[in-house]
């Protein structure tokens, strides 16, 4: 295997990996490793070029530090990406993932993201031990996504009382877009708790078992975008907030767990004009890194101490609101100013 070391400004260590006998082709950033060793999720997409799989995995690390920095995990920001279709997998391209992971002696640990499975971070786990997030069964942390749900559920609830004095969801009108391993949770847990839950998911079958089940009511993604609803909660994909969508939004609070939910840092100002309060998506959503992220405390992983760390969330998401008041930003600008002072502060500790 081929690696080669990029230097790239405002990162520790950047390496691309090339190995001909396995067909990987990939690349590890380690973007901060202030607060300790930088822990993210390994990737595989069919990236168009080099370049893009590049720009990925710095934007993708670096989000890492600062997601782990808000929730206090002890873990800095790193990231790694396979270019490549998911149809290309093999025992082989993941056990020379695990090389290229090992080579840096515990500087990036591992663990699940888009398109990889457990199964393939057991082939990675075959050549390293720095892998994260396998099953429980292994003495690992599993699936992180209850966990992620609970912290956004606890992250709503802070959210309510910011704007209504209450952190109650009786009453409430909440609309889920996207209800999957997380949304589902929370949609779930939010009309058993008195609110009225309107969803969308383009796989109609899973908002069928919910109507089903949970009394929920089924929506369009048009309506969950428009309708007055008290919280909006994406919980699918990145990006539906911007431009075209805030000017028309009813939510008077937006907070769910999709990753990269502003799709420019602009439209988190865009959201603060119109009087929404929108939580930070890497704050409401480390519940499940904050999960992993126990397996390495010393004695290993154990739930209490996860689910006890998950209910800093609310805190974390005050601290940044009452931020956002001070300074006159949004929360998207408080959250990142928040990170980067924890960062500072780690810095000085570190001497
Ligand atoms: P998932 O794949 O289980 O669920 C996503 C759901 O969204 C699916 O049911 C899918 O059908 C639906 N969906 C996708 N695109 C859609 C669209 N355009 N319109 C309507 N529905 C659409 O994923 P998940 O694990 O529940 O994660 C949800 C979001 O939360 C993702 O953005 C993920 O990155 C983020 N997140 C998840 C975790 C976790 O622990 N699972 C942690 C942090 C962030």
């Given at each position: 295997m081929q690696i080669k070391?990029i230097?790239v400004?405002?990162y520790?260590?950047v390496v691309e990996a090339k190995d001909e006998?396995s067909g990987l082709h990939g690349f590890i950033a380690?973007h ?8 993210g999720g390994m990737r595989m997409w069919p990236y168009s070029d080099r370049e893009a799989a590049l720009n990925d995995v710095l934007r993708l690390s670096k989000g890492m ?13 790193g990231k790694s990406v396979i270019i490549g279709d998911p149809s290309m997998k093999s025992?082989?391209l993941f056990?020379a993932m695990?090389?290229f992971v ?8 591992t663990?699940e993201d888009v398109n990889t499975?457990?199964?393939d ?116 994909l990145g990006g ?19 990753n990269n ?91």
């Amino acid at each position: 295997m081929q690696i080669k070391e990029i230097p790239v400004e405002g990162y520790e260590k950047v390496v691309e990996a090339k190995d001909e006998e396995s067909g990987l082709h990939g690349f590890i950033a380690v973007h901060n490793t202030t607060l300790g060793p930088a822990l993210g999720g390994m990737r595989m997409w069919p990236y168009s070029d080099r370049e893009a799989a590049l720009n990925d995995v710095l934007r993708l690390s670096k989000g890492m530090t600062y997601k782990s920095a808000v929730a206090h995990t002890g873990l800095g920001g790193g990231k790694s990406v396979i270019i490549g279709d998911p149809s290309m997998k093999s025992e082989a391209l993941f056990r020379a993932m695990g090389r290229f992971v090992d080579s840096l002696g515990g500087l990036y640990i591992t663990a699940e993201d888009v398109n990889t499975t457990i199964a393939d971070l057991e082939n990675v786990r075959k050549e390293t031990k720095y892998v994260t997030g396998l099953s429980r069964e292994s003495g690992s942390s599993g699936n992180p996504s209850p966990y992620t749900a609970h912290g956004c559920l606890l992250g709503v609830m802070a959210c309510l009382e910011r704007v209504f004095g209450s952190n109650s969801f009786e009453g409430k009108k909440i609309g889920v877009l996207g209800v999957g391993a997380v949304g589902s949770v929370m949609a779930r847990e939010m009309s058993k708790r008195g609110a009225k839950v309107f969803a969308h998911d383009m796989r109609e079958e899973k908002v069928a078992v919910l109507v089903e089940e949970a009394g929920v009511e089924p929506a369009s993604e048009d309506q969950l975008l428009t309708m007055d609803l008290d919280v909006f909660s994406p919980c699918a994909l990145g990006g539906g907030l911007n431009e075209k969508t805030i000017p028309t939004l009813g939510a008077k609070i937006v907070a769910g767990s999709a990753n990269n939910q502003l799709l420019v840092p602009e439209d988190g100002d865009r959201l603060r004009e119109r009087g929404i309060l929108y939580a930070p998506d890497y704050v409401i959503n480390a519940g499940g890194i904050i999960n992993v992220a126990v397996e390495l405390l010393p004695g290993g992983y154990k739930e209490e101490v996860a689910l006890e760390k998950i209910k800093r969330i609310p805190d974390a998401l005050h601290e940044v609101f009452d931020l956002s008041d001070r300074e006159g930003i949004s929360t998207s600008k408080a959250a990142d100013l928040l990170a980067e002072h924890i960062l500072a502060e780690g810095r000085k500790q570190k001497g």
